[in-house]
């Protein structure tokens, strides 16, 4: 069975700090596309940040220079690290992997989502 474990969420003040981590199981995890995805109160779910099997990188504009995401293949894990926080982060965070079967078609799986509140 595929599994998705997201950690590191919590509340943090504007201008703060979290690392989120996800951990994976059940998959060829080096075959995989991972992201992060986000969902606030009343809002459409997001993605934040990918990274591809050869590490390439890709954010969405909000969050350019402030997270990173990286990944371990050796740990099944990747990572998103969120500096500067700001309220507008605030969402449930969700764990993402992805690969093709026959191109364009793809099987994702989702984590359970971990909250982060930017709060003062």
């Known amino acids: 069975q595929v599994r998705l474990v997201e950690s590191g969420g919590g509340l943090v003040q504007p201008g703060g700090s979290l690392r989120l981590s996800c951990t994976a199981s059940?998959?060829?995890?080096?075959?995989?596309?991972m992201g992060w995805y986000r969902q606030a109160p009343g809002k459409q779910r997001q993605m934040v940040a990918s990274i591809t099997t050869g590490s390439s990188t890709n954010y969405v504009d909000s969050v350019k220079g402030r997270f990173t995401i990286s990944r371990d293949n050796a740990k099944n894990m990747v990572y998103l690290q969120m500096d500067s926080l700001n309220a507008e982060d605030t969402a449930v965070y969700y764990c993402?992997?992805?690969?093709?079967?026959?191109?364009?078609?793809?099987?994702?799986?989702w984590g359970q989502g971990t909250q982060v509140t930017v709060s003062s």
């Open positions: 993402n992997a992805f690969r093709y079967t026959y191109y364009p078609i793809r099987v994702d799986y």
């Open positions: 059940g998959i060829i995890f080096s075959n995989y596309v």
